[in-house]
């Protein structure tokens, strides 16, 4: 099983509807972030979560919700969505304190807002 | 605050040539640097990173990034590329305290 699991895979979705992408792992990580990828501008961070009583914005969190319902379980809600929220997410997560310091990346979803 | 970055979008070049993507920072405090790999429909992959020690880093998949304090870069380097290192390539960085930025990528684009 992957260490961090992002559901769905993809996802079409219609213009202001709410959409909740979800990310769940196993690496027993405190901290957990959602960025989103588009063409060109590389990763951008969504918000992102210390621990689950710790929640903070990001660059681009407009338009954008989160919920850290566990230490293992971090989602993203997209209240209304529109068009230019057509993106790539991914979910990660990181832990500081040990001798490897990075993201463990979840596959992404990628969301088509019509 | 933090940034990066990444000075070519895209970057030709031949099978077994040499390649060089070049990467700058800024930062006001002690940071570190990683590169991660994106294959084509695939998630990110951490392909080397710079935490302290040695400013040589060797990576997987034969690549390797030399971090340069006094010019603030930390350019990613591989002697000889095969078609399978075709991907985006993501220069990041952080301290530990705090996330990860992430640069704008480099689309590597092996040739015949």
């Known amino acids: 099983d992957a260490d961090v699991t992002q559901t769905p895979r993809n996802r079409i979705t219609k213009t202001g509807k709410r959409i909740m992408l979800e990310c769940s792992q196993t690496k027993g990580h405190d901290r957990m972030y959602w960025y989103r990828q588009d063409p060109g501008l590389g990763l951008r961070l969504i918000y992102y979560s210390f621990d689950v009583k710790d929640i903070n914005k990001g660059e681009i969190s407009d338009g954008y919700s989160v919920s850290r319902q566990a230490q293992a379980k971090f989602s993203l809600s997209l209240e209304s969505a529109i068009p230019n929220q057509t993106a790539l997410y991914f979910c990660?997560?990181?832990?500081?304190?040990?001798?490897?310091?990075?993201?463990?990346f979840g596959s992404g979803t990628r969301l088509t807002v019509v | 605050a933090q940034s990066v970055t990444q000075l070519d979008s895209q970057v030709p070049v031949f099978e077994e040539a040499p390649v060089e993507l070049r990467c700058n920072y800024s930062s006001s405090v002690s940071v570190y640097l990683f590169w991660y790999v994106q294959y084509p429909n695939q998630g990110l992959q951490l392909l080397l990173k710079?935490?302290?020690?040695?400013?040589l880093v060797k990576g997987i998949n034969g690549f390797e990034a030399e971090f340069n304090k006094s010019q603030t870069s930390f350019h990613l380097r591989k002697p000889s590329v095969h078609i399978s290192d075709t991907a985006e390539y993501f220069c990041a960085v952080s301290n530990r305290d705090d996330k990860i930025i992430f640069g704008k990528g480099t689309r590597l684009h092996i040739l015949p």
């Open positions: 990660a997560t990181s832990d500081p304190t040990g001798d490897f310091y990075g993201y463990t």
């Open positions: 710079y935490l302290s020690g040695s400013t």
